[in-house]
């Protein structure tokens, strides 16, 4: 079972960047569809953005679209979110999910694996 550790969450002001990492454990995560989701307090957790294995196909939601980056590095087993000009209801727990797939995932039912979240804080 792959374990995931989100890292990088904190206080940001809006308008502001973070890059939120994810490291997976064990030696399949070049197998792996990872996906990054965020729940708001009082709210459904929702899609922000997916990337195949290779990393040669990525897939966003469409609030998201042109301002955060998915991306990922195999040999360290890591993949990332880069997100840029946050807005304040952007605020929640983000978290990475992981499935043994070859194509892109958008619904949260696709992944069998998650890590424990990390937090953004916004600032207005």
């Known amino acids: 079972q792959v374990q995931l550790v989100e890292s990088g969450g904190g206080l940001v002001q809006a308008g502001g960047s973070l890059r939120l990492s994810c490291a997976a454990s064990?030696?399949?995560?070049?197998?792996?569809?990872m996906g990054w989701f965020r729940q708001a307090p009082g709210k459904e957790r929702a899609f922000v953005a997916s990337?195949?294995?290779?990393?040669?196909?990525?897939d966003y939601a469409n609030s998201v679209k042109g301002r955060f980056t998915i991306s990922r590095d195999n040999a360290k087993n890591t993949v990332y979110l880069q997100m840029n000009s946050l807005k304040p209801e952007e605020a929640a727990v983000y978290y990475c999910?992981?499935?043994?797939?070859?194509?892109?995932?958008?619904?949260?039912?696709?992944?069998?694996?998650w890590g424990q979240g990390t937090q953004v804080t916004s600032s207005s």
């Open positions: 064990g030696p399949t995560f070049s197998a792996l569809t």
């Open positions: 990337i195949t294995r290779s990393g040669t196909i990525t």
């Open positions: 999910a992981a499935e043994t797939a070859g194509w892109i995932m958008s619904r949260d039912t696709g992944y069998s694996c």
